[in-house]
């Protein structure tokens, strides 16, 4: 229950973090503002594509009829103006323009369509692999096989693009997230064109009307999803894919692609899940073809589309893993640009010069201790001491006094040496008198002496202050600051005059 409850307010913080960094103005002249001072790019051209692409399926679209269909740019567009939306909707556009393309194919008239083929993928199942794989997947069917293969085909496939959103949104820069949107909009979007302009049969076709030539008016099928449908005495799966506007859709297998880039981007963003999530792609393989919804070669070619699609739009500041594992709010251009990044692969993002560090926070100057460290660091393997401290100085926590105190073996502070912004000396040895050139001693010991923490004092009175308190000077003065020596006393306990 405890490890429950950490994860569960780990998340929660991340949420709010995440809230906290979104752009929550509502006014359009934001947008407008930010569109006039953008620079273009030839990138930006994409966007041409979009809106042509758009165009012409709105075009096609009778249902809903116009002008009732002149609805979903207009939302687009009020949700592009608005910056608390336009930041997920832009990003997004390669998700929309698959899901219109998707919808709008069934409106292509039927004497611009390509005639569906129904033999050539188990023709070339066959040919490539010696027999067809996916018919002998299909021979022996169990109730368990039948909800282990539904778990990941019926459910993660629908669910498991989210959640991937969702953790790279709330653990991993933003580009992390632009990336995942624009590689999932855009691997859907190549493999639906594949499907209308190359229809092919899926095996359930097969099962049920033999080789028998295919034709537009055949309805979609659950293929092995309707014993999904009888063991839960439901219809869900039977009515959504007899009404799919995509029914000879078998190569590419869209789920497998899916699976495979949901494998390659959260073992990449998150090294530690890879096991798990190669394990989730394999059995996702298997139930394609259990299922009945794919052959084989269908389930190799959308893993070879989503790999294409991984490698082809992950951007260059993403592909170190320094980079890929950093916290929201990284400055990735700077750490790509940085010549340390190579160097310090195992080192956080703070200390790679692409995150602020207390002493930025508060413009401090950092001591010299932490510099000398960062850079004998830089050449070297970080020590056991010097990972705590980075992930102490992560959480923006208080480092140990010893990371930065440059002390003599006596104890003594020399006036050469930097000290921690976090701890200042409060107390002198009776009988010293500070002056401007030489540092006071720090009680210790025996000396009943002790720290304070003085990193407010330093805040409160700002850089432009007179004095200080190293020096000890006018300015804001310590009240612990000179000793106190209390009055002698007699053997009767009362205080001698004198």
């Not at 660091?377 to 992560?394: D, K, P």
Request: include cysteine; proline fraction near 7%; charge should be neutral.
């Amino acid at each position: 229950m405890s490890f429950l409850r950490r994860t569960a307010l780990t998340v929660i913080n991340a949420f709010i973090a995440a809230v906290g960094r979104l752009d929550k103005s509502l006014s359009p002249s934001d947008t407008l503002a930010k569109l006039r001072k953008h620079k273009w790019k030839t990138s930006d051209s994409v966007y041409i594509f979009h809106f042509l692409s758009a165009s012409f399926w709105l075009t096609l679209m009778t249902a809903p009829p116009f002008p009732y269909k002149l609805l979903i740019p207009t939302l687009y567009t009020i949700a592009m103006l608005i910056p608390l939306t336009s930041q997920f909707f832009l990003p997004a556009t390669p998700v929309f323009s698959w899901l219109i393309t998707f919808y709008s194919n069934g409106f292509i008239p039927l004497q611009y369509r390509p005639n569906p083929s129904v033999s050539l993928l188990p023709t070339l199942e066959t040919v490539l692999y010696g027999a067809n794989i996916s018919d002998l997947l299909t021979r022996f069917t169990h109730p368990i096989l039948d909800i282990l293969a539904w778990i990941p085909y019926g459910v993660g496939h629908y669910a498991l693009p989210f959640v991937v959103a969702a953790f790279l949104w709330l653990f991993r820069p933003k580009e992390a997230l632009h990336f995942w949107s624009t590689a999932f909009g855009y691997m859907f979007l190549i493999g639906v064109v594949v499907q209308i302009l190359f229809p092919c049969a899926a095996p359930w076709y097969e099962l049920i009307y033999g080789l028998t030539p295919a034709n537009y008016g055949v309805k979609g099928s659950p293929g092995g999803l309707i014993r999904i449908d009888s063991l839960f005495h439901a219809n869900g799966y039977t009515t959504a894919f007899g009404n799919s506007p995509l029914v000879f859709g078998a190569f590419p297998s869209l789920h497998s692609a899916a699976a495979t880039l949901e494998a390659l981007s959260v073992a990449h963003f998150f090294p530690q899940t890879k096991t798990w999530v190669w394990v989730y792609a394999g059995v996702l393989y298997w139930a394609t073809m259990y299922m009945t919804h794919h052959y084989l070669i269908d389930v190799v070619g959308g893993a070879c589309l989503a790999t294409m699609c991984f490698y082809f739009f992950m951007p260059e500041e993403l592909k170190g893993i320094v980079a890929a594992t950093s916290p929201p709010g990284t400055n990735l251009g700077l750490l790509t640009s940085t010549s340390a990044a190579k160097a310090n692969g195992n080192l956080p993002a703070y200390r790679m010069g692409t995150q602020r560090s207390k002493y930025d926070i508060y413009d401090l100057e950092a001591p010299r201790d932490r510099q000398r460290n960062g850079n004998s660091r830089a050449g070297g393997a970080v020590s056991a001491r010097g990972i705590m401290t980075e992930a102490a100085a992560e959480f923006e926590l208080a480092e140990s006094e010893d990371e930065f105190a440059s002390e003599t073996g006596d104890g003594e502070r020399h006036t050469g040496d930097e000290e921690d912004i976090t701890y200042r000396p409060t107390m002198q040895k009776a009988g010293r008198k500070p002056n401007g050139k030489d540092k006071s001693k720090i009680t210790a010991g025996g000396a009943n002496g002790h720290r304070h923490t003085a990193s407010i004092a330093r805040l409160i009175r700002g850089p432009d202050a007179r004095g200080s308190i190293d020096q000890e000077e006018e300015g804001w003065r310590s009240p612990m600051s000179a000793g106190f020596v209390f009055p002698p006393r007699n053997g009767k306990g009362k205080e001698v005059d004198g």
